[in-house]
Nanobody, 129 residues
Framework: QVQLVESGGGSVQAGGSLRLSCVVSGYTYIDYCYGWFRQAPGKEREVVAT????????TYADSVKGRFTISRDKGKAMLYLQMTGLNPDDTAMYYCATKVRAAISRCGGGYLPDDYDYRGQGTQVTVSS
């Protein structure tokens, strides 16, 4: 069983930055795929960034590439999403999630939000223009 708790959301103006954090507790394995996905009202959920546990390889959705950075502090059991250059289209509830026994080839965008086995309760990000 894995528990995830997000924090760090808030309201910012366009162009601003936020860093989301996610505490990961419970037993984890090296073949875990960690991801951040978001859901805005009236829109489908979107996986914005992933990181594979054993290799730390990362991938990003085109919509956030160059602006968001996913990272993991294994020692502190933390997952982060650094967000810069925020715009109103980034307004959404953000969730951290993990997929167990993940294939590295699929961690980079091959898993849909529903494929993840565990997720947190979410943290709201609101960007005003």
């Amino acid at each position: 069983q894995v528990q995830l708790v997000e924090s760090g959301g808030g309201s910012v103006q366009a162009g601003g930055s936020l860093r989301l954090s996610c505490v990961v507790s419970g037993y984890t394995y090296i073949d875990y795929c960690y991801g951040w996905f978001r859901q805005a009202p009236g829109k489908e959920r979107e996986v914005v960034a992933t990181i594979y546990a054993s290799t730390s390889s990362t991938t990003y959705a085109d919509s956030v590439k160059g602006r968001f950075t996913i990272s993991r502090d294994k020692g502190k059991a933390m997952l982060y999403l650094q967000m810069t250059g925020l715009n109103p289209d980034d307004t959404a509830m953000y969730y951290c999630a993990t997929k167990v026994r993940a294939a590295i080839s699929r961690c980079g965008g091959g898993y849909l939000p529903d494929d993840y086995d565990y997720r947190g309760q979410g943290t709201q990000v609101t960007v005003s223009s």
